[in-house]
T-cell receptor, first 116, second 120 residues
Framework: NAGVTQTPKFQVLKTGQSMTLQCAQD?????MYWYRQDPGMGLRLIYY???????DKGEVPNGYNVSRLNKREFSLRLESAAPSQTSVYFC???????????????FGPGTRLTVT | AQTVTQSQPEMSVQEAETVTLSCTYD???????LFWYKQPPSRQMILVIR??????QNATENRFSVNFQKAAKSFSLKISDSQLGDTAMYFC?????????????????FGQGTELSVKP
């Protein structure tokens, strides 16, 4: 059981380049999320998808786009990378822990992105 | 808008001792979850403990327990018998539920984190 997987693990971009971060989950979760983590600021929500076919902006959406490709996959795209987007990016998925009927959020291993 | 505040950027504790990490939050919602996540140097986010707002009993998971004060909007984490492997960044998080319902999930809002060092 892989849980939440992200690719790539590391990436270096030049200012103005574009790239897509990939995320997949195998837990049949309805909701998926993209966060960024910067020093001293915790994790901040970029975009989320509450269910397949829907996406919504989070706290810091500017400069990003997302696609919920299917129930398993949720990608994050940087169209024109800027140095301010240097960060660690986490994908997460959320679903009910059936035996307890409570929601938990599970995280991927993260992508360290540097924009020069 | 909901906010989560962790006022202790760094803390240290001797191995085998007890430490408490503080967290306060602000919300007008009555239904929500609260979580503590641990992030070791590997940067993997690991769920430590969860509390549903409607439950009066404080959650416990082995050496980890919380003190949930709903009226005061406080959610502290106590780590007993601290171990070297507890060294990590700890994040408090508030789950803003979709539609205010416990059975639909929600969005997480994180505090700034507390870096905990356990010393031998």
């Amino acid at each position: 059981n892989a849980g939440v997987t992200q690719t790539p693990k590391f990436q270096v971009l030049k200012t103005g380049q574009s790239m897509t971060l990939q995320c997949a989950q195998d837990m049949n979760h309805n909701s998926m999320y993209w966060y960024r983590q910067d020093p001293g600021m915790g994790l901040r929500l970029i975009y989320y998808s509450a269910s397949e076919g829907t996406t919504d902006k989070g706290e810091v959406p500017n400069g990003y786009n997302v696609s919920r490709l299917n129930k398993r996959e949720f990608s994050l795209r940087l169209e024109s990378a800027a140095p301010s987007q240097t960060s660690v990016y986490f994908c997460a998925s959320s679903g009910v822990k059936s035996e307890l009927a409570v929601y938990e959020q599970y995280f991927g291993p993260g992508t360290r992105l540097t924009v020069t | 808008a909901q906010t989560v505040t962790q006022s202790q950027p760094e803390m240290s504790v001797q191995e085998a001792e007890t430490v408490t990490l503080s967290c306060t939050y602000d919300t007008s919602e009555s239904n929500y979850y609260l979580f503590w996540y641990k992030q070791p140097p590997s940067r993997q986010m690991i769920l430590v403990i969860r509390q549903e707002a409607y439950k009066q009993q404080n959650a416990t998971e082995n050496r980890f327990s919380v003190n949930f004060q709903k009226a005061a909007k406080s959610f502290s984490l106590k780590i007993s018998d601290s171990q070297l492997g507890d060294t990590a960044m700890y994040f408090c998080a508030f789950m803003n539920l979709y539609g205010g319902s416990y059975n639909q999930g929600g969005k997480l809002i994180f505090g700034q984190g507390t870096e905990l060092s356990v010393k031998p």
